[in-house]
């Protein structure tokens, strides 16, 4: 019911938001690397401005408390990625009109990825997030359509192709974002905000576990 997904939603974001504190030192650090030293502080920022609005997101249906979540992200989380996770989360939140289930879900994940490509227009490779988003969601598409799997289990297969996507990033050299300033002393290093979206996939496939 409207309800019962909103309700996960916000369970999900309390996991995202403890999670995220406790990595905001690791995700500053990553971005002291290849950055500006403050991916961590943006998305800890971030995600608690969307917490203290758990009442109002209470009373909204999905697709309107994920927008809510998106117009949130863009304007506190500030850099390269408020807009491109928020802007992101904001235009694919349309998806969950219908409600949440397996295929609203596959088309949520669709939309998020073609709005970050389309916005940031990093292509995978190129040492950004998208090396973490297009394999988990095309991972999680085969595995909704194809083989049939439940959504909890295709999720669980996304996070494993989200996690070798942020390994793929280690020896790459940027060539978006700030990192690409860097040249060949990124090299060696994980991308930060593809370290942030495998730590909130892991977040949304707790969820869904529980
Ligand atoms: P800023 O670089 O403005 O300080 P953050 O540190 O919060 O912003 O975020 C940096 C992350 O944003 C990078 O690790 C990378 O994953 C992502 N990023 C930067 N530019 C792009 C882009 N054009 N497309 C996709 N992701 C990007
Ligand atoms: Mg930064
Ligand atoms: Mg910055």
Redesign the pocket.
């Known amino acids: 019911s409207a309800d019962s997904d909103t309700e996960a939603l916000l369970d999900a974001l309390e996991r995202i938001d403890e999670r995220l504190h406790d990595e905001q030192a690791y995700l500053t650090e990553l971005?002291s690397r290849?950055?500006?030293a403050?991916?961590g502080n943006?998305?800890a920022r971030g995600i608690s401005a969307v917490t203290e609005k758990r009442d109002e997101l209470a009373g909204k249906p999905i697709d309107e408390a994920v927008k809510t979540v998106g117009t949130t992200l863009v304007s506190e989380?500030g850099?390269?990625?408020?807009p491109?996770y928020g802007g992101s989360v904001l235009s694919a939140s349309q998806e969950l009109e219908g409600g949440l289930d397996a295929e609203s879900a596959v088309a949520f994940a669709e939309a998020y990825r073609e709005k970050?490509t389309e916005r940031?227009?990093?292509r995978p490779g190129?040492k950004?997030?998208?090396d973490a988003v297009t394999p988990a969601v095309h991972t999680f598409q085969r595995a909704v359509e194809e083989d049939d799997l439940p959504s909890v289990d295709a999720l669980a297969k996304a996070v494993d192709a989200a996690r070798r996507g942020v390994e793929y990033t280690v020896p790459l050299r940027a060539s978006?974002?700030?990192?690409s300033y860097l040249g060949l002393r990124g090299v060696g290093h994980r991308?930060?905000?593809?370290t942030s979206t495998l730590f909130v996939l892991e977040e949304l496939l707790a969820t869904a576990e529980d």
């Open positions: 971005d290849i950055g500006d403050d991916h943006n998305l989380v850099g390269a990625a408020g491109l970050l940031g227009g990093a190129d950004t997030m998208v978006k974002g700030r990192a991308d930060p905000g593809a």
